[in-house]
Structures are given as structure tokens and as C-alpha cells.
């Protein structure tokens, strides 16, 4: 599921955008964890069924959950991006990074 560079409504330019693996973390994390255990385990707690019913039943809830929030979720994390003003990070040129300390150099 790719962004389009541009709007068709609107024109704006989307290459601020960058979700990259969020839409999948959240969809991980809250839907697929959540439904994988809460409907599997009810099923299998409360009628014990064979194998073949999971798979028929308990997959194809699994399957419809993580993949349906994937764009609503995509939307979100873009619109959230866009409300923000993120951007990639840069680091400026002539930079240098502070001086570390050593562990251990001040008692030699
Ligand atoms: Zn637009």
C-alpha cells in the first residue's frame, strides 16, 4: 500500500510523509495481539473445538483485523505527521559530535 506523491483533491505534496512500519506496529500491537488471543482463547475455552475450526473460524477473524485498520491507520499516522510538521532529521554540516567520556580515564 503505497502513498501518492499528490492529492488528487487537494495537490498537496505527501513527501513529508513517511509512516514506514508504524501502521504495521500499531496493527501488531493492538489489534492482531488482541484479537489473536481474545478470540482464539474464548473459542477455545469455550467450546474446545478441533483444529479445523480455528482455522475456519478463528483465522479468518484474525486475517480481517489486521488487514482492514491498515489503511484507516496508514491515514492516521500521515495525518498525524502532517498536524505536526515532522520531517526527516538532518544533521547539520560541520557538525562534530561532543566528546564522550571514557570509562575509567580519570583514574589512570
Ligand atoms: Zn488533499
Redesign the pocket.
Known amino acids: 500500500m503505497k502513498l501518492k506523491l499528490k492529492?488528487e483533491?487537494?495537490?498537496?505534496d505527501n513527501g513529508f510523509a513517511d509512516p514506514a512500519t508504524g501502521t504495521a506496529f500499531f496493527v501488531n500491537c493492538f489489534t492482531f495481539i488482541l484479537v489473536a488471543v481474545v478470540v482464539s482463547a474464548w473459542i477455545e475455552i469455550a467450546m474446545s473445538p478441533s483444529l479445523w475450526v480455528h482455522i475456519l473460524v478463528s483465522l479468518p477473524i484474525v486475517l480481517m483485523a489486521c488487514v482492514l485498520p491498515l489503511r484507516p491507520l496508514k491515514g492516521w499516522l500521515v495525518n498525524s505527521q502532517f498536524f505536526y510538521k515532522t520531517r526527516r532529521g538532518k544533521i547539520p554540516s560541520g557538525y562534530a559530535a561532543p566528546e564522550t567520556a571514557t570509562p575509567g580515564a580519570d583514574k589512570v
Open positions: 492529492c483533491a487537494c495537490g498537496l
